[in-house]
T-cell receptor
């Protein structure tokens, strides 16, 4: 079974530029998550999708971050314009998403963003 | 709000020695608890989880963890560490809606 795919793996941009990350979840997983992991910290949830609807985006800086999950499969996370403090690893995860029990989240390898 | 504390930022152990990584959580109800491992350049891999039942849970790679409600702890243990165990370890608590709240992580170094 293929895991969660993310691209690119690394990205270096200058502040005020825009950047986009792509995630392809495990086939059949209804729930998709984007996490931000700043160096020295644990991952922090940015946004959670159930199919193509947003479940929780309370910690997403909406003035500069946006995310979409068209057709309930792939997802993109965009930052525009980027700030120095956005330098982090962006992790995508997916889970089955049924409501009957807690479902394990499977993580992709992440995209390491450096903002200069 | 739920929170997870991992008191040790770095831990160094000798290969073959035993290991214990500490985790304390703050959660109002019975928690779902997890330990993940992250090797450099890799995503997070689930080591083990506690939902209910036996408070000593076994995971992959020879790891185990014990849930102690009275101490709000979920410490990770391994009786004999291998060099390949060097990585960063994250404790997490599951929130309603299948969300995870992570601790800051503990970096494990293994010396030969």
């Amino acid at each position: 079974e293929a895991g969660v795919a993310q691209s690119p793996r690394y990205k270096i941009i200058e502040k005020r530029q825009s950047v986009a990350f792509w995630c392809n979840p495990i086939s059949g997983h209804a729930t998709l998550y984007w996490y931000q992991q700043i160096l020295g910290q644990g991952p922090k949830l940015l946004i959670q999708f159930q199919n193509n609807g947003v479940v929780d985006d309370s910690q997403l800086p909406k003035d500069r971050f946006s995310a979409e999950r068209l057709k309930g499969v792939d997802s993109t996370l965009k930052i525009q314009p980027a700030k120095l403090e956005d330098s982090a690893v962006y992790l995508c995860a997916s889970s089955l998403g049924t409501r009957s029990s807690y479902n394990e989240q499977f993580f992709g390898p992440g995209t390491r963003l450096t903002v200069l | 709000a739920q929170s997870v504390t991992q008191p040790d930022i770095h831990i160094t152990v000798s290969e073959g020695a035993s290991l214990e990584l500490r985790c304390n959580y703050s959660y109002g109800a019975t928690p779902y608890l997890f330990w993940y491992v992250q090797s450099p350049g890799q995503g997070l891999q689930l080591l083990l989880k506690y939902f209910s039942g036996d408070t000593l849970v076994q995971g992959i790679k020879g790891f185990e963890a014990e849930f102690k409600r009275s101490q709000s702890s979920f410490n990770l243990r391994k009786p004999s560490v291998h060099w390949s165990d060097a990585a960063e370890y994250f404790c997490a608590v599951g929130e309603y809606g299948n969300k995870l709240v992570f601790g800051a992580g503990t970096i494990l170094r293994v010396k030969s």
